[in-house]
């Protein structure tokens, strides 16, 4: 018994990918690096690198890849898609091209994990907190990409759906730590949401 318990304990790993903004592609990159020189403009602060985060959860023998990203079908329609929402302005996400999708792709890729800077990092091999994480992406709040809907201070993107999985999932999120002279927009959103009280599915303005 102990045995099979070790062995399922050594096969089950959730690690945190933190990707530059905009790796591999020229337009977000260029436009990360407009809104950082503002907001730290507009805060009097320096200026940080942005990043962008990713899970990887191996849980016996396959590994799931949690991640948020553009709307994009030339995956397939196995890139296991669990959630959706609209990006910048809700009206318009009755188009594709302005929508976003949460993906809980078993077997997947995360597609520019070359460029992860101090990465992986390791948050937990507990089996039972794996599953709960995956079990969990399926009630994931989904506003409006890059707005406050949820009154957070903060606006929603991708790294508010790991940070409040994280959260959720019962790890202790001040444990993880950005890359040298980072920061991560939207991080705070989740924390926050994740630590208010949920009856139902968060996803619209005034609930979460």
């Not at 989904?142 to 508010?160: K, Q």
Request: positive net charge; hydrophobic residues 40%.
């Amino acid at each position: 018994m102990a045995l099979w318990w070790n062995r399922r304990v050594s096969r089950t790993t959730v690690d945190l990918y933190w990707l530059p903004l905009g790796a591999g592609g020229h337009f977000v990159r260029l436009n990360g690096r407009i809104y950082e020189f503002v907001k730290a403009a507009v805060e009097r602060r320096e200026r940080f690198r942005l990043y962008h985060a990713a899970l990887a959860i191996r849980h016996g023998d396959c590994t799931t890849v949690i991640e948020v990203t553009p709307v994009r079908t030339s995956d397939g329609p196995a890139r296991g898609v669990v959630a959706g929402g609209p990006v910048g302005v809700r009206f318009l996400g009755r188009f594709s091209v302005f929508r976003y999708e949460v993906r809980a792709w078993p077997g997947g890729v995360i597609p520019d994990v070359v460029f992860a800077v101090d990465s992986p990092q390791r948050l937990t091999s507990d089996p039972q907190i794996a599953e709960t994480m995956l079990d969990l992406v399926r009630e994931v709040p989904t506003p409006v990409w890059g707005r406050d809907e949820l009154h957070t201070g903060d606006m929603w993107n991708s790294n508010s759906v790991v940070a409040w999985l994280i959260v959720r999932g019962g790890l202790d999120v001040d444990a993880v730590s950005l890359p040298e002279r980072g920061r991560a927009p939207g991080w705070n959103a989740g924390v926050a949401v994740a630590r208010r009280p949920t009856l139902t599915r968060p996803g619209t303005p005034g609930t979460g």
